[in-house]
């Protein structure tokens, strides 16, 4: 997962850090697209919430890398 802006980054990078669980809530439209600063890295992803637009290449990426996910109505 990544920011555009590097001081969110530094920030969600510390949360998820000290998190237990990472749930990820990213629009379809933002699958595959890619700023500046990586903040997150898919193993630290317990579950990825998205909507009903994912595509089915994005569905069996997701399961491909093993990523819990919902695409919600």
């Known amino acids: 997962m990544t920011e ?13 850090e000290s998190a237990r669980q990472v749930f990820a809530l990213v629009g379809s439209s933002k699958l595959g697209r890619e700023d500046m600063t990586i903040f997150a890295q898919p193993l630290q992803i317990t579950h990825l919430f998205t909507d ?15 990523i819990p996910f919902t695409a919600c109505g």
């Open 4 to 16: 555009v802006h590097l001081e969110e980054a530094q920030l969600k990078r510390k949360a998820i």
């Open 52 to 66: 009903s637009g994912i595509t089915e290449e994005w569905k069996l990426r997701l399961q491909w890398a093993n």
